[in-house]
């Protein structure tokens, strides 16, 4: 074999710590290798140019490039060999920036410590053979979960570029947060004849199937062919029947059913349309709440539902669904804001989440857009907002920034001045986040505009005062003096998390998550919407905090990739994949368990059972070649030979 070795010196990214001239030398001394070389940017044209023109000039059947991650930059240079004439795969890297120049400042030890990756990559590369895909055929349908704003601005992009798109809900309607908000921030536009309009274009689109209150049970397969099961739960009414005119809800008697959609802050009857312009807007039961359901006794819904549609004996419904590709827009959830016992939160009547408080502002909402206090119902007159409860609190575990609720505290504050302009508004924060458009001037609207107080300080408890008012403790970092303030209502801006079961839909689509249930991207800057299975992607707030205008545009983002996937009627697998020796394998079937794709199963050959990999299947990912106890799997270009081999050039070293 005739290999050549290319060290890169990123500039001073590895060249600083590194001296690739050195590493170079050596490898023009490790076997097999004919050429090596120190370009100062590998992945350029000139470093590309370089690589192309040694493989001809030298009669190169295999390069190792020691640069950044293979993460980065394999598919480049797999290009770049594969104009020179070279199998594709006839290529490694060793990855001596993230593992050596980024990590260590000592030169002598960075240089040898990659002149030893270079030496693994060459023993490994020693063992690569020619490998060559197998193309498959692509099923032009995608699925998008969750729809929120950025779940329906995927299924609409998609859609309306004629791929047919299974659009699945949790919830009975579409619409997400944004459904639930008054006003948005910066312009203060009414949030449900922003996204009405949208939720409404859904409903109407050919090719948008929507699955309403319905979840995904189990995902198989791989890009281009995913075949996915979807949970219909029972809504207790035919849908295809109802007509969403709440004939039922009027004379529902069970009229003390939490009201989730309200956020909890009023009750509502067992049955009901989510709020009026639900998308669908068909009646659901509550079953738990039901009399009917829970006792046996009642059927008034029933009785005056003008078409028969209730039906309690429903039941949930399986349906089977075949995309080629998903799109996971599932949002957030506030976190457990209980935790915080200082500020009374879920013990005192008037100390709310924000969303409630979206809820009282909206005129869909339990107060019909008066502001009241739970407790007593009467008009606040000095309101306190808190942020940051459950974001950049270190000591329970959220480091990170919620992102919009500056924004948003500074939007309640002024919309609570135009509903009630007798009022005072006082907002505790640690500091102003506001980077967006006409952010940073619309909350200076806030305090210029509306008088709204800001206090810079963290508030330390919040206790009744004995006469229907609370007294919120804090202080004033600032004058750094201590402030005491009596308030009417205590609005508490709660820190975000991945939405409820984040982290189970995650590992069906096997995509990694946070350990605040948010979705992992491919690569922060360069792959911001797609994740580590191909075909699946990322819209919205279930990747982390982002407002209405950043979801929207990612939802577009990544309606963009799946376009761009299914612009191809074929798609062509990674050949590194396993490959079963048929002598050796005895049919135990534990390749066949432990494969997390369904890509290995068992075949007769000759009366025998053996295993099989299903190659358009199979990612690769060697967990049946570690498993197989005949070390009858192997994995091409991680084979056993090919392992030993870089472990004994590292023991040589
Ligand atoms: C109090 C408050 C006020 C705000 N005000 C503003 C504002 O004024 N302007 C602004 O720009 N932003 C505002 N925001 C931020 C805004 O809510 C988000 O940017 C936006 O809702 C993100 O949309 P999304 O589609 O990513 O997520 P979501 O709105 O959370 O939608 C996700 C959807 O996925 C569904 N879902 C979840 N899990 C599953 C599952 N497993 N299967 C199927 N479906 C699932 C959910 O039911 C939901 O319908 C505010 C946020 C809060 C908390």
Redesign the pocket.
């Given at each position: 074999m005739r290999i050549g070795v290319f060290i890169c010196h990123c500039g001073s990214n590895i060249g600083g710590t590194v001296d690739c001239a050195k590493v170079a030398e050596k490898a023009a001394l490790f076997p097999d290798v004919v050429y090596a070389t120190d370009p100062m940017y590998t992945c350029a044209e000139p470093g590309q140019a370089t690589i192309e023109s040694a493989i001809a000039e030298y009669r190169l059947d295999g390069i190792v490039v020691a640069s950044c991650s293979p993460r980065m930059h394999e598919p480049t240079f797999r290009r770049t060999v594969e104009r020179a004439g070279l199998n594709r795969y006839m290529l490694e890297m060793a990855n001596i920036r993230e593992h050596v120049s980024w990590i260590g400042k000592d030169v002598e030890s960075n240089t040898n410590k990659a002149a030893e990756l270079v030496a693994i990559a060459v023993a490994k590369l020693r063992g690569n053979t020619p490998l060559h895909s197998k193309s498959f055929e692509v099923n032009k349908r995608v699925l998008v979960?969750?729809?929120?704003?950025?779940?329906?601005?995927a299924a609409l992009d998609c859609a309306d570029g004629d791929i047919p798109v299974v659009l699945?809900?949790?919830?009975a309607?579409?619409?997400?947060?944004?459904?639930?908000?008054d006003?948005?921030?910066?312009t203060?536009d009414c949030?449900a004849c922003i996204v009405g309009p949208k939720m409404v274009d859904v409903a109407q689109h050919p090719l948008i199937a929507l699955y309403a209150l319905?979840?995904?049970e189990e995902i198989s397969g791989y890009v281009g062919n995913f075949t996915v099961k979807i949970r219909k739960r029972a809504p207790y009414v035919d849908w295809d029947k109802c007509t969403g005119c709440g004939a039922c809800s009027v004379k529902c008697p069970s009229k003390k059913t939490p009201d989730a959609f309200n956020e909890f802050t009023g009750v509502t009857t067992a049955i009901k349309v989510a709020f009026p312009q639900a998308i669908p807007k068909k009646a659901v039961i509550t079953a738990a709440h039901c009399r009917q359901m829970s006792r046996g006794k009642c059927g008034v819904c029933a009785k005056v539902c003008p078409t028969g549609a209730v039906n309690y004996d429903m039941e949930d419904v399986i349906v089977t669904e075949e995309v080629g590709s998903i799109v996971a827009?599932?949002?957030?959830?506030?976190m457990d804001w209980t935790v915080y016992k200082e500020y009374g939160a879920g013990r005192y009547p008037d100390v709310i989440?924000?969303?409630q408080?979206?809820r009282l502002l909206s005129g869909s909402g339990p107060t019909c857009g008066h502001i009241r206090r739970p407790s007593d119902g009467r008009e606040p007159r000095i309101i306190v907002f808190i942020q940051c409860v459950g974001s950049r609190d270190r000591s329970i575990g959220r480091p990170q920034c919620?992102?919009?609720?500056c924004?948003?505290t500074a939007?309640?504050a002024v919309l609570t001045k135009d509903h009630l302009p007798e009022s005072q508004s006082y907002v505790f924060y640690m500091d102003i986040r506001a980077p967006g458009k006409m952010y940073d001037e619309f909350t200076r609207r806030a305090v210029e505009e509306y008088g709204v107080e800001y206090v810079r300080g963290r508030v330390s408890c919040v206790y009744p005062d004995g006469k229907g008012a609370y007294s919120v403790m804090g202080v004033d970092t600032l004058l750094g003096r201590p402030v005491e303030i009596t308030a009417d209502l205590i609005v508490l801006?709660?820190g975000?998390e991945g939405?409820?079961?984040?982290g189970?839909?995650a590992e069906k689509l096997r995509i990694s998550y946070d350990n605040c249930g948010f979705f992992m991207e491919s690569h922060v800057k360069l792959k911001p919407v797609e994740t580590n299975t191909i075909g699946v992607f990322l819209?919205?707030?279930?990747q982390g905090?982002?407002?209405?205008?950043?979801?929207v545009a990612?939802?577009s983002a990544t309606a963009a990739k799946v376009l761009g996937l299914f612009a191809r009627d074929r798609l062509e697998n990674d050949p590194q994949i396993a490959c079963v020796d048929m002598r050796r394998c005895v049919a135990c079937g534990k390749c066949v368990r432990c494969c997390p794709f369904g890509a290995i199963e068992e075949v007769s050959v000759r009366d025998e059972q053996k295993a099989h990999v299903i190659e358009t299947v199979c990612q690769g990912c060697g967990l049946c070649a570690a498993t197989c106890p005949q070390g009858a799997v192997q994995l091409a270009h991680s084979t056993d030979n090919q392992i030993l081999a870089e472990v004994n050039t590292l023991c040589r070293y």
């Amino acid at each position: 074999m005739r290999i050549g070795v290319f060290i890169c010196h990123c500039g001073s990214n590895i060249g600083g710590t590194v001296d690739c001239a050195k590493v170079a030398e050596k490898a023009a001394l490790f076997p097999d290798v004919v050429y090596a070389t120190d370009p100062m940017y590998t992945c350029a044209e000139p470093g590309q140019a370089t690589i192309e023109s040694a493989i001809a000039e030298y009669r190169l059947d295999g390069i190792v490039v020691a640069s950044c991650s293979p993460r980065m930059h394999e598919p480049t240079f797999r290009r770049t060999v594969e104009r020179a004439g070279l199998n594709r795969y006839m290529l490694e890297m060793a990855n001596i920036r993230e593992h050596v120049s980024w990590i260590g400042k000592d030169v002598e030890s960075n240089t040898n410590k990659a002149a030893e990756l270079v030496a693994i990559a060459v023993a490994k590369l020693r063992g690569n053979t020619p490998l060559h895909s197998k193309s498959f055929e692509v099923n032009k349908r995608v699925l998008v979960i969750g729809g929120g704003v950025a779940g329906i601005q995927a299924a609409l992009d998609c859609a309306d570029g004629d791929i047919p798109v299974v659009l699945v809900e949790r919830e009975a309607t579409i619409g997400g947060k944004m459904a639930k908000l008054d006003k948005t921030f910066p312009t203060v536009d009414c949030s449900a004849c922003i996204v009405g309009p949208k939720m409404v274009d859904v409903a109407q689109h050919p090719l948008i199937a929507l699955y309403a209150l319905s979840e995904v049970e189990e995902i198989s397969g791989y890009v281009g062919n995913f075949t996915v099961k979807i949970r219909k739960r029972a809504p207790y009414v035919d849908w295809d029947k109802c007509t969403g005119c709440g004939a039922c809800s009027v004379k529902c008697p069970s009229k003390k059913t939490p009201d989730a959609f309200n956020e909890f802050t009023g009750v509502t009857t067992a049955i009901k349309v989510a709020f009026p312009q639900a998308i669908p807007k068909k009646a659901v039961i509550t079953a738990a709440h039901c009399r009917q359901m829970s006792r046996g006794k009642c059927g008034v819904c029933a009785k005056v539902c003008p078409t028969g549609a209730v039906n309690y004996d429903m039941e949930d419904v399986i349906v089977t669904e075949e995309v080629g590709s998903i799109v996971a827009a599932t949002g957030y959830d506030l976190m457990d804001w209980t935790v915080y016992k200082e500020y009374g939160a879920g013990r005192y009547p008037d100390v709310i989440t924000s969303l409630q408080y979206e809820r009282l502002l909206s005129g869909s909402g339990p107060t019909c857009g008066h502001i009241r206090r739970p407790s007593d119902g009467r008009e606040p007159r000095i309101i306190v907002f808190i942020q940051c409860v459950g974001s950049r609190d270190r000591s329970i575990g959220r480091p990170q920034c919620s992102g919009f609720c500056c924004m948003y505290t500074a939007k309640q504050a002024v919309l609570t001045k135009d509903h009630l302009p007798e009022s005072q508004s006082y907002v505790f924060y640690m500091d102003i986040r506001a980077p967006g458009k006409m952010y940073d001037e619309f909350t200076r609207r806030a305090v210029e505009e509306y008088g709204v107080e800001y206090v810079r300080g963290r508030v330390s408890c919040v206790y009744p005062d004995g006469k229907g008012a609370y007294s919120v403790m804090g202080v004033d970092t600032l004058l750094g003096r201590p402030v005491e303030i009596t308030a009417d209502l205590i609005v508490l801006a709660v820190g975000i998390e991945g939405s409820r079961g984040a982290g189970e839909l995650a590992e069906k689509l096997r995509i990694s998550y946070d350990n605040c249930g948010f979705f992992m991207e491919s690569h922060v800057k360069l792959k911001p919407v797609e994740t580590n299975t191909i075909g699946v992607f990322l819209a919205g707030v279930c990747q982390g905090a982002r407002d209405i205008p950043a979801s929207v545009a990612q939802g577009s983002a990544t309606a963009a990739k799946v376009l761009g996937l299914f612009a191809r009627d074929r798609l062509e697998n990674d050949p590194q994949i396993a490959c079963v020796d048929m002598r050796r394998c005895v049919a135990c079937g534990k390749c066949v368990r432990c494969c997390p794709f369904g890509a290995i199963e068992e075949v007769s050959v000759r009366d025998e059972q053996k295993a099989h990999v299903i190659e358009t299947v199979c990612q690769g990912c060697g967990l049946c070649a570690a498993t197989c106890p005949q070390g009858a799997v192997q994995l091409a270009h991680s084979t056993d030979n090919q392992i030993l081999a870089e472990v004994n050039t590292l023991c040589r070293y």
